[in-house]
């Protein structure tokens, strides 16, 4: 008889660096600094893993972090292990931390529409044209939104910070 358990974490909260998708600071390449808050409640839940580990090694049963892409988010993997949540960890040079600093909503929103509608017609007709897109210096574009940008060669910068 093979019997399998999985623990699914939906909420970053256990996590020692978030992303903050509901902050108004939220930048898909920035991290903010959980730890503080981690480190109160995420050992009590690495407890609860532990004795789940002691009592599926004990029945002879295998004890691991699935890595699997398509279960593990990537920017996550970093932040758990075989034990649980590592509320140490780093944060890897790839994220850069987020201080919070607001957004201007508007300016954001508008050059994030025309890059989208620009990828879009560029697309459905490679011929169409390629105005240059011009990111605000507080929030420049996400690296998905960059590299559909440069793959569909739509030019693009960063504003000068003001």
């Not at 050059?111 to 007709?125: D, P």
């Not at 897109?133 to 996400?142: E, I, K, Q, S, Y």
């Amino acid at each position: 008889i093979r019997i399998e358990v999985a623990f699914e974490l939906y909420s970053d909260i256990w996590c020692p660096w978030v992303d903050g998708m509901i902050d108004e600071a939220y930048d898909s390449d920035k991290r903010f600094d959980n730890r503080a808050l981690a480190r109160v409640h995420t050992p009590r839940l690495n407890r609860v893993l532990a004795v789940a580990r002691a009592a599926t090694e004990r029945l002879g049963g295998r004890w691991f972090l699935d890595r699997d892409p398509d279960n593990l988010r990537r920017d996550r993997a970093f932040m758990l292990s075989d034990a649980g949540v590592l509320v140490e960890a780093d944060l890897p040079p790839e994220y850069r931390l987020n201080t919070g600093q607001k957004r201007r909503w508007e300016d954001y929103m508008a050059v994030h529409k025309a890059a989208l509608a620009a990828v879009r017609a560029v697309r459905e007709n490679p011929a169409a044209p390629r105005p240059e897109l011009v990111f605000p210096a507080d929030h420049p574009p996400g690296s998905g939104l960059a590299r559909a940008l440069d793959y569909y060669q739509i030019p693009w910068r960063v504003a000068a910070e003001e």
